[in-house]
T-cell receptor, first 113, second 117 residues
Framework: DAGVIQSPRHEVTEMGQEVTLRCKPI?????LFWYRQTMMRGLELLIY????????DSGMPEDRFSAKMPNASFSTLKIQPSEPRDSAVYFC???????????FGDGTRLSIL | AQTVTQSQPEMSVQEAETVTLSCTYD???????LFWYKQPPSRQMILVIR??????QNATENRFSVNFQKAAKSFSLKISDSQLGDTAMYFC??????????????FGKGTKLTVNP
């Protein structure tokens, strides 16, 4: 079984550019989560979807961040315009309905210069 | 808001020894789950063990076991017969299902464990 697939694995771009992170959840999973990991703040939930519908986006830091899930097998997290403080590792995770655990992708390391 | 606290930023243990990582949490919910995730240098987040709050019996997975003290809101992880491959960051996490059945994970800051040969 393929796990959660994230792309790209690494992204380096200049301040002000648009960044798009992609995630393919495990087939059949109905919940999808986006997390951000930094040294200062640790792992934080940004947004999650249930059956492709955004349920809670209270963790999205600013309007520069947006996330979509157009279908059950694909989600994007977009930052526009990007800033150096957005540099972090971004994880996508998916799960079946609780109490099933979340499965994480390998993360995208984002560096904004 | 729920919080998870890991009071040990770093720990070390000799290979084959036993080590215990601490975690406390704060919640007013009665139905919740607790987890330990491992993050090796490869950056993957790997589920180590999970505990349902309504279960009194402590969860066990091979060399990994927990000591769940619900009244004290404590959830420690014991690693027996430590191996070099156990070297990683360990995160304690809490979740409670929402009405739609999804679980939002709240993580602690992590404990960096080093297993020495």
């Amino acid at each position: 079984d393929a796990g959660v697939i994230q792309s790209p694995r690494h992204e380096v771009t200049e301040m002000g550019q648009e960044v798009t992170l992609r995630c393919k959840p495990i087939s059949g999973h109905n919940s999808l989560f986006w997390y951000r990991q930094t040294m200062m703040r640790g792992l934080e939930l940004l947004i999650y979807f249930n059956n492709n519908v955004p349920i809670d986006d209270s963790g999205m830091p600013e309007d520069r961040f947006s996330a979509k899930m157009p279908n059950a097998s694909f989600s994007t997290l977009k930052i526009q315009p990007s800033e150096p403080r957005d540099s972090a590792v971004y994880f996508c995770a998916s799960s079946l309905t609780a109490p099933q655990p979340q499965h994480f992708g390998d993360g995208t390391r984002l560096s904004i210069l | 808001a729920q919080t998870v606290t890991q009071s040990q930023p770093e720990m070390s243990v000799q290979e084959a020894e036993t080590v215990t990582l601490s975690c406390t949490y704060d919640t007013s919910e009665n139905n919740y789950y607790l987890f330990w995730y491992k993050q090796p240098p490869s950056r993957q987040m790997i589920l180590v063990i999970r505990q349902e709050a309504y279960k009194q019996q402590n969860a066990t997975e091979n060399r990994f076991s927990v000591n769940f003290q619900k009244a004290a809101k404590s959830f420690s992880l014991k690693i027996s017969d430590s191996q070099l491959g156990d070297t990683a960051m360990y995160f304690c996490a809490y979740s409670t299902p929402d009405q739609g059945g999804s679980e939002k994970l709240v993580f602690g800051k992590g404990t960096k464990l080093t297993v020495n040969p």
